[in-house]
């Protein structure tokens, strides 16, 4: 069964156009995989390139943390507007959300990479990897529940 419920502030009408569209085809879990796939994506262009540029010149827990700060700036207005469909509400304060829970997986980085890279010995991107897969089931609740609620939903 495709969620096909259009969250929109109150007293707009919903309208049937492409964001509709794409979640009616996908629904919001896979629309929510693939908007994590991108951003994975996003992530790792940016701390690759990072890693590149820095060459050792500065801790790679330092370009983890940039490297989150911006693929968040870039990939917010795609989990509102085409995964969770939220139109009307505040957009600092849906951003502040989301970045609210972006910073646990900063920690979960922050804190696992060193265990994963220093002692284990795993390079970082394979490191960062196991720690992005064990992501998605909990941060797709909590976005779904908090980050991009609707003011009704309150």
């Not at 495709?2 to 502030?9: A, I, L, N």
């Not at 569209?21 to 994590?36: D, E, F, I, K, P």
């Not at 505040?90 to 609210?100: A, D, E, K, N």
Request: no cysteine; proline share 4%.
């Amino acid at each position: 069964m495709v969620d096909q419920k259009v969250r929109t502030k109150r007293g707009e009408g919903t309208s049937f156009g492409w964001r509709s569209l794409l979640s009616t085809l996908v629904g919001q879990r896979v629309a929510y995989l693939l908007a994590g796939a991108m951003t994975a994506v996003v992530y790792y262009i940016l701390l690759g390139l990072a890693s590149m540029l820095a060459e050792n010149a500065a801790p790679y827990l330092v370009l983890v943390a940039v490297s989150h700060f911006v693929t968040v700036v870039i990939v917010y207005p795609g989990y509102r507007l085409l995964v969770f469909r939220i139109s009307g509400d505040s957009w600092i304060s849906g951003y502040f959300r989301f970045y609210v829970v972006g910073l646990g997986f900063l920690g979960a980085s922050l804190g696992g990479l060193p265990i994963l890279v220093e002692l284990a010995g795993m390079p970082l991107m394979l490191a960062q990897g196991l720690i992005i897969a064990a992501s998605p089931p909990l941060t797709y609740l909590i976005h779904r529940t908090w980050t991009f609620r609707t003011r009704r939903s309150i």
